[in-house]
């Protein structure tokens, strides 16, 4: 089973600060990872699958990259919605993992 | 419009089956590609993938719950059921159905969750 491993777990940011986010997977997934958004109390909602593709709706601010087993999620410029909880997700061989999430919380 | 809503028992009891229902509407099950998946998170705890059924009944499950899962499909009804034999307290956690165009595109469209607490 593939382990994804995300870091920092928490990410202090101010309003207008570039998000950096990462996402290790244990083997290669290839790019079948997706990256989600979770605010409190709400469900999880998807913004970029195939690693770097943004999901309808999702701002250009957010963008993915990478591929094989390193993976990165960058906003460009925190908005105040932005603060929430980023989980990535793969897919491999059938089975699929969840990340353990990464924090992103106003400074 | 895709939509999605889980429906099942708000509270159970150790040891008994938990069966939660995702209702869906928008899309059919019989699309080459699509699947319905479920996930869970206990409370202020990280995304756990249970399981998810394809199009063609393909049907996948996590290693750690697979003796402990079912999932099956009634296309007719747009409906996908999710059992969890052996229920144990920490089985606890909000369940989430969710909508996968194909593999390539995670899960697009999520339900809104439905919580579940296993207590004696």
């Known amino acids: 089973e593939i382990v994804l491993t995300q870091s920092p777990a928490t990410l202090s940011l101010s309003p207008g600060d570039r998000a950096t986010l990462s996402c290790r997977a244990s083997?290669?997934?290839?790019?079948?990872l997706a990256w989600y958004q979770q605010k409190p109390g709400q469900a999880p909602s998807l913004l970029i699958y195939?690693?770097?593709n943004r999901a309808t709706g999702i701002p250009a601010r957010f963008s993915g990259s990478g591929s094989g087993t390193d993976f990165t999620l960058t906003i460009s410029s925190l908005e105040p919605e932005d603060f929430a909880i980023y989980y990535c997700?793969?897919?491999?061989?059938?089975?699929?993992?969840f990340g353990q999430g990464t924090k992103v919380e106003i400074k | 419009q895709i939509t999605l809503k889980e429906s099942g028992p708000t509270l159970v009891k150790p040891t008994q089956t938990l069966t939660l229902t995702c209702t869906f509407s928008?899309?059919?099950?019989?699309?080459?590609?699509?699947?319905v998946g479920w996930i869970r998170q206990p409370p202020g705890k990280a995304l756990e993938w249970l399981a998810l059924?394809?199009?063609?009944?393909?049907?996948r499950y996590s290693p750690s719950l697979k003796s402990r899962l079912t999932i099956t499909k009634d296309t007719s009804r747009n409906q996908v059921v999710l059992t969890v034999t052996k229920v144990d307290p920490v089985d606890t956690a909000t369940y989430y159905c969710?909508?996968?165009?194909?593999?390539?595109?995670?899960?697009?469209?999520w339900g809104q969750g439905t919580t579940v607490t296993v207590s004696s």
């Open positions: 059924i394809y199009w063609d009944d393909d049907k």
């Open positions: 083997q290669s997934v290839s790019n079948y």
């Open positions: 969710a909508h996968s165009l194909t593999y390539y595109h995670g899960m697009d469209v």
């Open positions: 997700q793969q897919r491999s061989n059938g089975l699929w993992t």
């Open positions: 195939g690693a770097s």
């Open positions: 928008g899309f059919s099950l019989s699309i080459p590609g699509v699947g």
